[in-house]
């Protein structure tokens, strides 16, 4: 058997007569009814005008409800006690309650209340309770509270604490049933893990209770009310004067009533189990219902405001011993895996996905049966299959909180925005995952389907039953206990698991941020020197060429003045130092215009490449002819690029096309456009294609074109040149952000291609 979901349990309720949706949707805070054994007044804070007013004021307070509402506060209390109330908890702006202990006159004669004030919106909700003469006033109680808070204290572990809290509410209200009740999860079941009971009563310890016993809107009351009190289930309540207000045309809000009446299917469920008075204390973890102290009587018990306020007393100091006992197990947790945490970071390089995300120390370190790491377009995952959909759920997830939020559950299928992967199949049930950047950078840990059986307090499948007489709302049968496997969870995250993943996140930041220090290091030692390379090649460059326009002019002059005065080999020899001077001086124009690439900026605009092409025919196009190269050119779009660098790129390939035509046959060369994608990958893109049908380049030789002063043939073959044409192609694509590469085949021609970066970029 399957634990039910909430849509199961209102089909089977409906099949037994009864909607269990009428709970979800009861507004219980809203019902404008109190109990009778007090009595309420809604002032308005800032005139003292009361508002609204219970129906049993007459009989409480002397005054009918309807006489008190529309005049001021001080009919029934003194203006001592109003602006007593008004100053303790005029300054409140939630509903926090106090009580005061007052004196009213009723009939002539004075009575003692416990009064009870919190604030609702403009209003201070007044709620006044009859003190008994043998009252115990708080000093009664201190012992027993002081007793109880050195039990909690002494607690180990969360188990002996929660039990130690049953034991000791107990004593101090005299409930014959006290159990700690925790949530599976804000709206799952709920499972009683302690409790304390008297002789003759079955009982509960282990047993779990359908989500569907307490609702939503209930879990929330309890969330921000520490304490709740029915004296009797058979108590007839009382109404409110008017029942609707004027202004919201809804009953008066009772959220933070100690009074409210509770809904009249909580009190057929505690009838329908023997309950005839109830309390309940709030179990908080960092703000979110933990879970319960209930308290059951089989008499009606009223509870004094002392009790009540040492009772919520107690369930803070518990709330807060718990969240000490989980913080010590993740002290511990941490301390017990430091050792692996370091054989972790030991081995993490600047390649984080290789390195981190296949290491088996990293799942073994959350008990994890799969771990994956995404941080950009890359993904590693290990140890178990998981689905690229999945990953990008993940990813969306991820996106937005700050880094080091940890996000866990151990029912991955039951998340809104769960892909519907088969967990069944052996994929997740759960996932630890902890944010490494707000773009949607991930580490997580996954876990398989661990099926677990619990005993359940009622049929799962069906939580709503009728009972021998006919009565609904029959939670369990007497002695009855349902066992049922709980599928497609895994084993729950604990808090030291959030830990442990938050310490690795931690540790992994410090290292990241030490790469990034470290390359932004290099970065700038590799700027500074560029810099200074590029600085010195057009220093060089320039103070070279005086020398040798000089080594060629004296050349030139000893030949004109005195060459027939010179043998043929003085000659020779006089004519190869000019034309090596020469040579020379071309290659330092190269150079220096190679080195200016490095140093001036770009002017990008978007410009029709046909109208570049056509300029840089004007100066390629003589070379194209004399080769009997003949131009195809297809439809050329607009490109964003410097249209001169773009200019220089065009004639360099097209000189080169001419350079290394065919030997024979039909010359040509072609000019495109193709969306494509680059060998490194990632999105395809506008590129530039210039394609010749020549002698192509061995594949050996096709890495070292790119660089400077390389050359394929000797310097008087296939046209001449410096060899750094190509070069020069190679850095002004680099410098519009695109790339540059070829494919060539010998004898069949080379197509070269480039990108120019992102428009905007």
């Known amino acids: 058997m399957s634990l039910p979901d909430p849509g199961r349990e209102a089909a089977a309720a409906a099949a037994v007569g009864f909607d269990l949706g009428e709970c979800v949707r009861e507004p219980i805070h809203l019902l404008g009814r109190i109990q009778s054994h007090g009595t309420l007044l809604a002032v308005e804070a800032d005139t003292g005008i009361v508002d609204t007013a219970a129906l049993n004021t007459g009989s409480l307070l002397g005054v009918a409800a309807q006489e008190l509402v529309g005049g001021h506060i001080t009919r029934v209390l003194s203006p001592e006690v109003w602006a007593e109330a008004l100053d303790e908890a005029g300054a409140q702006q939630e509903a926090v309650g106090l009580v005061l202990p007052v004196s009213i006159d009723v009939a002539g004669a004075p009575r003692m209340f416990d009064m009870t004030a919190h604030r609702q919106g403009p209003l201070l909700v007044l709620e006044c309770e009859p003190r008994a003469d043998a009252a115990p006033q708080f000093p009664h109680f201190y012992q027993g509270v002081r007793r109880a808070l050195t039990r909690l204290r002494s607690s180990a572990t969360a188990a002996e604490c929660c039990q130690a809290a049953t034991r000791e509410i107990r004593a101090l209200t005299g409930f014959d049933r006290v159990v700690a009740y925790r949530f599976d999860g804000g709206d799952g079941p709920g499972e009683v893990v302690a409790e304390a009971l008297t002789d003759g009563h079955e009982p509960w310890l282990g047993l779990w209770f359908p989500a569907s016993d307490i609702p ?201 925005d769960h892909p519907g992967d088969d967990t069944a199949g052996g994929g997740p049930a759960g996932v630890l995952m902890v944010t490494l950047s707000r773009s949607g950078d991930f580490l997580a840990w996954f876990r398989r389907a661990r099926p677990a059986t619990r005993r359940w307090a009622t049929d799962p499948s069906r939580p709503v039953r009728v009972g021998p007489r006919g009565e609904r709302l029959t939670p369990r ?139 840089a025919l004007d100066v390629a196009g003589e070379r194209l002819a004399e080769a009997h190269v003949r131009v195809v050119r297809h439809d050329l779009p607009e490109v964003y690029a410097d249209e001169y660098r773009l200019y220089e790129v065009l004639v360099n390939l097209l000189v080169n096309a001419a350079k290394y035509a065919a030997d024979e046959g039909d010359r040509r060369v072609e000019i495109l456009v193709e969306m494509l994608r680059p060998p490194t990958g990632g999105d395809r893109q506008q590129t530039v294609v210039v394609r010749d049908n020549g002698i192509g380049i061995p594949a050996d030789r096709r890495r070292e074109v790119f660089e400077l002063f390389r050359r394929l043939h000797g310097q008087g073959e296939r046209g001449g040149g410096t060899g750094v044409g190509l070069a020069i192609v190679k850095r002004i694509v680099e410098r519009h952000g695109g790339e540059l590469w070829l494919e060539s085949e010998p004898g069949r021609g080379t197509s070269f291609f480039f990108t120019l970066g992102q428009e905007g970029g």
Not at 389 to 400: I, N, S, V
Not at 541 to 568: Q, W
Request: proline letters at 4%; hydrophobic letters at 45%; a negative charge.
């Open 216 to 416: 939503p809107q209930a879990r929330r009351l309890y969330r921000d009310n520490w304490i709740r009190a029915i004296a009797d289930v058979d108590d007839i309540d009382v109404g409110l004067h008017p029942p609707l207000r004027a202004g919201s045309g809804l009953p008066l809000d009772l959220s933070g009533s100690v009074l409210r009446t509770v809904s009249g299917f909580h009190l057929e469920y505690l009838r329908n189990i023997g309950v005839k008075s109830s309390m309940s204390v709030s179990v908080l973890r960092e703000g979110e219902l933990w879970g319960l102290i209930a308290c059951h009587g089989d008499a009606a018990i009223t509870i004094s405001p002392e009790l009540r306020a040492a009772c919520e007393f107690f369930g803070v100091a518990f709330s807060l011993q718990l969240a000490a006992i989980e913080e010590r197990e993740r002290a511990e947790a941490l301390t017990a895996s430091r050792a692996r945490l370091d054989r972790i970071i030991s081995r993490v390089t600047s390649d984080l996905e290789d390195s981190l995300a296949g290491e088996h120390a990293l799942r073994t370190l959350l008990d994890a049966d799969g771990a994956a790491l995404c941080r950009g377009d890359r993904s590693a995952v290990s140890g178990m299959s998981v689905s690229p959909a999945l990953l990008e759920t993940l990813r969306a997830r991820a996106a937005g909180p700050a880094p080091g939020t940890v996000w866990s559950t151990d029912r991955l299928s039951e998340e809104p």
């Open 477 to 615: 049968g007497s002695g009855a206990v349902f066992r049922a496997v709980v599928r497609g969870r895994s084993l729950p995250w604990t808090p030291a698991d959030h830990a442990v993943a938050q310490e690795l996140w931690r540790a992994l930041t410090g290292l990241v941020l030490r790469h990034e220090a470290e390359l932004a290091a290099l970065n700038e030692r590799l700027r500074v020197t560029n810099a200074d390379l590029d600085s010195f090649a057009h220093v060089a460059a320039h103070d070279l060429k005086e020398p040798l326009r000089g080594i060629s002019n004296a050349a030139t002059f000893v030949l004109e003045d005195a060459g027939a005065d010179l043998d043929p080999t003085t000659v020779r020899r006089t004519l190869t130092v000019r034309r090596l001077a020469g040579r020379m001086d071309d290659l330092l124009n190269s150079l220096l215009h190679f080195a200016r690439l490095g140093r001036g900026g770009l002017h990008r605009t978007r410009v029709p490449l046909d109208r570049v092409l056509d300029s």
